[in-house]
């Protein structure tokens, strides 16, 4: 499993997405983030704008769903062609029926936990799941400093998933840099949403391969 880079377009210029989704061509998948003011305190963009960052992306998008409901929201997101969907386990009336619907329009189905909920909650429910995304800050902002003590939980579902059969991609999300990324991919995280890191660097280029590199060599010595 390569490691996958996923800038966040929440550091982007929201008045120059098509410009900024251009800067980041080289990464895996683009990361948006839908936040409500309901789930989280902050708010961002729902379908209408998300279809159109999935009709000017070079990659494809990887939706991270911060929202109330997401049962009756997250297909839509599905439908208008993002490769993976994520909502949180938090918000979620029926997970597994939600990510069987996902699964059925054609996305990735992903599910996501906050840094206050146990990963044993999760372990019954891996198998409905193509990505688990244990967050690494609180959800809500971009430019949070990484949360260390999530690790031991990352680390403990990663064995679970194996344990259970279960190829799942697990991503983290919050305070992801230079200086962070290795203890993540120790831990066993394969994929890496990275906003102010990628967009707050001088070359976005050079920074989304400093990133890669520097989770697949934590990977390979783990
Ligand atoms: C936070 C969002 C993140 C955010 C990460 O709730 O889910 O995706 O953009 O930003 P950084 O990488 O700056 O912590
Ligand atoms: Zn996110």
Redesign the pocket.
Known sequence: MPALINP?I??ADFANLERDLGAIATADYA?V?VMDNHF?PNLTFGTQMVERVQATSPIPLDV?L?IDDPDRWAPGYAEIGAASVTFHLEAAADPIALARRLRDIGARAGIAIKPGTAGESLYDILDEFDQILV?T?E??????GFMPETMPKLRALVAEARRRGSNAWFQV????SDSTISQAAEAGADTF?????VYGAENIETAIAGLRERARAASLES
């Open positions: 966040s929440l550091s990361h983030d989280v991270h911060m967050m800050v959800p809500g902002f971009g430019g949070q999300d919050g305070g992801i949403v990275a906003g102010s890191a």
